[in-house]
């Protein structure tokens, strides 16, 4: 730090010339990430609640009603309004919490997950020295329920199924696997980090899509993150428990905040309130109706996308795009070759297991995938 400070405009110009080589989203090139740009109306009524601190709870106990009410708007689309949550910092915190819970409700060390996890679950078995055991999935990316059987042993916690995978965002079979942990007696987590907010979108549009939430008398526990496909802006994860029990392992008394004695559940102590008031504020002006137009929008890109990948030579489908995430792999044309060709052309793509992965976010619009296809067409000629 220098020893004086500047003029803001000096800051201001200096920053921006930083800030220049980032990707923004309304360029149309990001087409690999879960996140997106925040709804206006979410950021006005974020940046207006920056100083909110869910930390000191007595502080700021208007902001502790209207978290308390965004977590019951997240219940009740999973089908259990009273369940107990909180608004967390994301995925990753929300599915450590999941876990952490699970090992302290069941005093038990081992955790079988999908093979397709989020790495956050691998963080969460590292953090809590649990043993993390992976299922195979199917060649349709849905883990084999029959291998997560095998894997269950006396001293397994958790099983941890995923309702939007990250690479593919397919649904595992999770009402089998709500029987399962209910035969064995164990915390089903689902990971609903993606999904959540798509899939019961899905259903109201009519697509076939399975149970996947409270509904399943299993289901221990969800994540489900308003900062994805939410539209809220970061820090938006969603943490929710089927019961009140859950939340004791997590639960850790304050005694110094100015506030009065608080519990505190989650794993950051000071906690932007903003991030619960904008999911609040966005939850309420989009309804179900608004977000059942921006998924149904979204599934319109990716049937788009889908039907013009089958008509390229050469390049074809992982499998039948379940939610908005779209697996493409090549024929006899490595797929690092056509992901660096198309990074070299602006394109944030991600690569996964051999293929590239596309995430039809609401700031996808049409003329950016027409570019995307034809970018795409032009890179596997020159292939040939
Ligand atoms: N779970 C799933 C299924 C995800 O796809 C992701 C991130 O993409 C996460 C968890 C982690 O979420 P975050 O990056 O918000 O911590």
């Not at 013009?308 to 050469?314: A, D, G, N, Q």
Request: with cysteine; net charge neutral; aromatic share 6%.
């Amino acid at each position: 730090m220098d020893e004086r400070g500047m003029n803001q405009a000096e800051v201001l110009k200096q920053l921006s010339e930083k800030l220049k080589r980032d990707l923004t989203y309304t360029s149309g090139l990001i087409l690999g990430s879960m996140c997106t740009k925040p709804h206006p109306f979410a950021k006005e009524v974020f940046q207006k609640h920056l100083e909110k601190n869910l930390g000191d709870p007595g502080l700021f106990q208007g902001t502790v009603e209207v978290e308390r009410e965004a977590i019951c708007m997240l219940a009740s689309l999973m089908s259990k309004p009273d369940a107990p949550g909180f608004i967390v910092s994301g995925g990753s915190e929300a599915n450590i919490l999941a876990l952490w819970s699970a090992r302290d409700k069941l005093n038990k060390r081992q955790v079988v997950a999908s093979a397709s996890c989020h790495a956050s679950i691998d963080k969460a078995a590292a953090l809590l020295g649990l043993k993390l055991v992976k299922a195979p999935v199917t060649e349709e990316g849905e883990v084999d329920v029959d291998a997560v059987r095998r894997l269950i042993n006396d001293d397994t916690a958790a099983i941890v199924s995923i309702a939007g995978t990250t690479d593919l965002g397919v649904i595992d079979p999770i009402p089998e696997l709500s029987e399962l942990a209910l035969s064995y007696d164990i915390h089903l987590h689902v990971d609903a980090a993606f999904g959540g907010l798509v899939i019961p979108f899905l259903k109201e549009l009519g697509y076939k899509v399975p149970d996947f939430d409270f509904k399943l008398q299993g289901v221990a526990s969800i994540t489900v993150d308003p900062h994805k496909m939410g539209m809220v802006p970061i820090p938006a994860g969603g943490i929710l428990f089927r019961d009140e029990e859950s939340l004791k392992p997590l639960s850790f008394n304050l005694p110094y905040l100015s506030g009065g004695p608080a519990l505190q559940y989650t794993i950051t102590g000071t906690r932007p309130g903003a991030s619960a008031i904008a999911v609040w504020a966005l939850f309420k002006h989009l309804g179900r109706e608004g977000y059942r137009k921006v998924v149904a929008r979204c599934m319109e890109l990716t049937e788009i996308i889908a039907i013009e990948v089958e008509r390229i030579p050469k390049a074809r489908l992982v499998r039948k795009p379940v939610m908005n995430v779209v697996g493409i792999t090549f024929d006899g044309v490595k797929v690092e070759a056509v992901a660096e060709k198309l990074r070299r052309r602006g394109w944030a793509i991600s690569t996964v297991r051999g293929f590239i992965r596309i995430v039809v976010m609401p700031h996808v619009k049409l003329r950016h995938i027409t570019r995307f296809m034809r970018d795409l067409k032009e890179i596997l000629r020159e292939e040939v």
